[in-house]
């Protein structure tokens, strides 16, 4: 049986992952840290009872993901975005 904190950082480095494949960054890294993190306990208590034996991972933090940006994007001034090069 894996940690809750195992779980945890695997959603934190997948998420940090998408992030940083992204156009768009907050211009604070310190904003994307707290993001990340934020969005990877969001998932982990969403999927808390998920059987990933029946469901597949990557697909639905993927999902997650895009959602999770979709909104940030739409709710984020132009002034607090950096282009990520």
Known sequence: MM???YVLCE???DL???FMSEPQLPVNSRDTC???IDWAEEFDRKHANTDWAEVEYLEM???FFAEKYRAWLEATPAR???ENR
């Open 3 to 5: 940690s809750a904190t």
């Open 11 to 13: 959603a934190v480095s």
């Open 16 to 18: 940090t992952f998408l």
């Open 34 to 36: 707290a993001l990340v």
């Open 61 to 63: 933090i993927d999902r």
């Open 80 to 82: 607090l975005l950096r």
